[in-house]
């Protein structure tokens, strides 16, 4: 009996000494692996429900989330420093759907997540699991739609685990890189770009792709190539006189990473320019950069209002294909209503379902908690 348990430990230490590449993993990763052994699995939790659904409704539905992008810092929204070209060319063509008032619904990942892909939120803690919530991945699948997840963040980690659950329901899921790399991740968003189309290719029939970003994720100058370096201390002299040239240099990397961004979202979005395709494109959170204190840089001072207005409001924008807005002229006058209304992105979940012509769950109708009027 004893030497069956020391054959276990000796089996197991063997394996973790040859697969783990130690030079990736910190004292905190190791926690978290550790923690997701006893993590649930979601596919467990399935509920099947029933739905009924319109006859007809987008081949193509895309979330592309984004990673801590403050509005404050998109010139979609009145930024001095161009970070949004390429949208803003596409919202000048009267191709993409800007929202104007978006709130994320926390100001970190985790919870962020949970509240947009399930119907589950912090405040139902003392009262449900979060994991036995109905997810949007099982709602889509149950509509018919083959969904993917494609991210650029880590699947494993302190920030990661629990949205890798999510990943584990999907029909496929690839990941950029090292799937253990966390903060230390070098890999571009870029990289996505070949994942999609590698995607795209083999995709028949209707699909959900989840693209998930590491954005402007700290540390902000790992998340652009070189070549994207376009804004640099020097631009900040006027419009921040009150910061170090340091602090300059850390917020033109911020938006420089934005601005890298624009464009691969951009490059995102043309994949499906010719298809019938809903595109959605968010950020989990915010972040505060130096906007409610000079020395302050991080996810956000509770209780500091200007802290908490770069940490919650996000971008949010919805890009309709020329074919989809043919098909369904109803549900891009459904968008066009809605552009000045106060969003949280609690209601993402219900939003998409709506979009991919959800009429009831169990019986029950969700169109009051779409974000679409
Ligand atoms: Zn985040």
């Known amino acids: 009996m004893l030497s069956g348990l ?10 973790v000494m040859t697969y783990v590449n130690w030079e990736r993993i910190n004292t905190l990763q190791i926690f978290w692996i550790f923690k997701e052994a006893v993590l649930p699995d979601l596919n467990a939790y399935r509920q099947n429900p029933e739905l009924l659904l319109e006859e007809d409704a987008p081949e193509n539905i895309v979330l592309i989330v984004g990673e801590s992008f403050s509005r404050s810092n998109s010139s979609l929204y009145g930024y001095e420093k161009n970070t949004n070209p390429m949208l803003h060319e596409l919202e000048k063509n009267g191709e993409l759907s800007v929202f104007k008032d978006v709130d994320s619904y926390t100001t970190t990942t985790i919870p962020s ?8 939120k ?6 449900v699991e979060w994991y036995e919530c109905l997810t949007l991945i099982e709602v889509m699948q149950k509509a018919g739609y083959t969904v993917h997840w494609l991210s650029n963040q880590s699947k494993h980690g302190i920030c990661d685990n629990e949205i890798g659950l999510f990943a584990d329901m999907c029909d496929e899921q690839a990941f950029v890189g090292d799937k253990i790399a966390g903060m230390k991740r070098t890999t571009y968003d870029g990289e996505l770009l070949p994942l999609i189309d590698k995607s795209v290719s083999k995709a028949r029939g209707k699909n959900f792709y989840v693209v998930h970003l590491m954005g402007s994720h700290s540390k902000f100058d790992a998340r652009y ?10 631009d900040y002299e006027g419009s921040h006189p009150h910061l170090s040239s340091d602090k300059r240099q850390l917020l033109s990397t911020y938006d420089n990473s934005i601005r890298y961004n624009d464009r691969i979202v951009y490059d995102m979005i043309n994949r499906f320019s010719g298809k019938d395709a ?17 020395d302050y840089i991080g996810h956000a001072i509770k209780n500091d209002p200007v802290s908490m207005h770069a940490a919650r409001k996000i971008p949010f924008v919805i890009y309709t294909s020329g074919l989809c807005k043919e098909k369904y ?6 968008i066009e209503n809605s552009l000045d209304n106060h969003i949280v992105t609690d209601k993402l979940m219900y939003t998409i379902m709506d979009i991919a012509g959800v009429l009831t769950v169990n019986s029950v109708s969700y169109r009051k908690e779409s974000i679409l009027e």
């Open 278 to 294: 809903v595109v959605i494109y968010l950020s989990d959170h915010g972040i505060d950069v130096f906007a409610s204190d000079e």
């Open 113 to 120: 997540f949970k509240a947009m892909m399930m119907g589950y």
């Open 6 to 15: 020391f054959l276990i430990i000796y089996i197991s230490f063997s394996f």
């Open 329 to 334: 002229p109803q549900l891009q006058r459904r």
């Open 122 to 127: 912090n405040e139902y803690a003392d009262s």
């Open 225 to 234: 190539p070189d070549s994207y370096s376009f804004f640099t201390a020097e």
